[in-house]
């Protein structure tokens, strides 16, 4: 094989596309079922603006990773006749209060200056928009280059997507440990022997830190758990991405609104508590009153792989020859993961990334041991 990609979330699954499309021989390992991790919890924002705190190489990543999907969007549909439900209806920033006015209104004026398009409305100019909001709204921060896709459809129209264009994807193949001769990475290690590979790719998510601190790598992925729960209202009463300060909702074009997100660093159980779930029913239910009618759906939880500088780590592994890493996304790896995808095939196939990787190469954590 050309490549091995360790990980079958939203990541690994779009490395493994972009690679098998560049004409590489790939295989993809997972250890559960494809989309398992994180990527089947995600509430699939693709929030560019509204993740972005100052300008910088995340923001301007964030730019480039929605930009992406707006080509991808009609290619991967064609190519898999799968639909992932893209919506590009933006996201409104809701002030409930004269502190987050204050904070989006900066948070306005910087993206202005960025040239990004942003529209501040005062709070009836808000209702206007979005008219369930809750009748005190202060001000909103209207976004509307943001959009939103089911991230579990998409992480399965990638995997389809790979397979079409060659990739051989193993669920059920848990990766535990990688082969080295020398400097250099040869494969994967799994119970039934070692897949050999021209070059492999960490995608594993939060799971990512364990395989390459085996070899010595320091890769440092933590966990932060993520609850979140769906309801099914009589009809969507928003249209756009809602955020509040304490919940977001993305109204889903199957009739769900998804409600998100509890920010748990280092839990590492990902079930739904009763307690996270009663304050994101709560939060909701104050930012849009009528959801308190909906009936409840379902409410599911997922370990978003954090990073100490809040950065993802993509790109090779300079100590450990035909070691890429790609991981670290935290809250953005589904707005994030064509323009990964991209990235780590070209740097797979020994292309020039898309893209200025520099700040992102997990150089900046590593340290290769003697093991
Ligand atoms: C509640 C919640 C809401 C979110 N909302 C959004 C959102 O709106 N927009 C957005 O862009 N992002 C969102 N995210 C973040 C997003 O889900 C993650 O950044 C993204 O899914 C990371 O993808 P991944 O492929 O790196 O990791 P994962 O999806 O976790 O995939 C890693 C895979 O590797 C496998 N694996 C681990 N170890 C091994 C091994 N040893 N061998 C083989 N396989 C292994 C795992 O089983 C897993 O399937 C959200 C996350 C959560 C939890």
Request: proline share 7%.
């Amino acid at each position: 094989m050309d490549v091995a990609v360790v990980g079958g979330g939203v990541i690994g699954c779009s490395v493994a596309y972009h690679a098998a499309r560049r004409g590489a021989s790939v295989v993809l390992l997972e250890a559960g079922e494809i989309g398992a991790g994180a990527s089947g919890a995600a509430a699939g924002m693709l929030a560019a603006q509204a993740e972005a705190h100052d300008p910088g190489p995340l923001l301007d990543l964030l730019l480039a990773g929605r930009e992406a999907h707006r080509s991808f969007e009609q290619k991967i549909r064609e190519a898999t006749g799968l639909d992932p439900e893209y919506v590009w209806e933006g996201t409104l920033r809701v002030a409930t209060d004269e502190q987050s006015r204050e904070r989006l209104r900066t948070n306005h004026l910087w993206q202005k200056e960025q040239g990004l398009t942003t529209r501040w409305l005062e709070g009836d100019e808000a209702r206007e928009l979005e008219p369930a909001l809750f009748p005190e709204t202060v001000a909103a921060l209207h976004l509307p280059e943001d959009g939103q896709v089911n991230s579990p459809r998409l992480v399965r129209t990638l995997a389809l997507a790979a397979v079409r264009e060659g990739a051989r994807i193993e669920e059920y193949a848990r990766a535990v440990g990688l082969g080295v001769e020398g400097s250099r990475v040869t494969g994967v290690r799994t119970p039934e022997g070692e897949v050999a590979a021209g070059c492999v790719v960490l995608a594993s998510g939060e799971g990512s830190a364990a395989l390459a601190g085996g070899i010595g790598v320091r890769v440092p992925v933590r966990p932060v758990k993520g609850q979140i729960l769906s309801v099914v209202p009589r009809y969507l009463p928003v249209k756009s991405n809602v955020w509040g300060g304490r919940c977001y909702m993305v109204p889903k074009r199957d009739g769900r609104v998804v409600i998100g997100a509890t920010v748990e660093p280092g839990e590492r159980d990902p079930r739904p508590t009763l307690g996270g779930l009663a304050a994101l029913s709560g939060a909701a239910v104050d930012l849009v009153p009528e959801l308190s009618g909906a009936a409840f759906a379902t409410a599911w939880g997922g370990l978003r792989p954090g990073t100490p500088d809040g950065l993802p780590i993509i790109g090779p592994v300079e100590e450990r020859d035909a070691l890429l890493v790609a991981t670290g996304h935290y809250r953005n790896g589904v707005l994030l993961a064509p323009i990964t995808g991209e990235a780590i095939a070209a740097l797979a196939l020994g292309e020039e990334p898309p893209l200025d990787l520099s700040p992102f190469l997990p150089g900046r954590f590593a340290e290769v041991t003697s093991r």
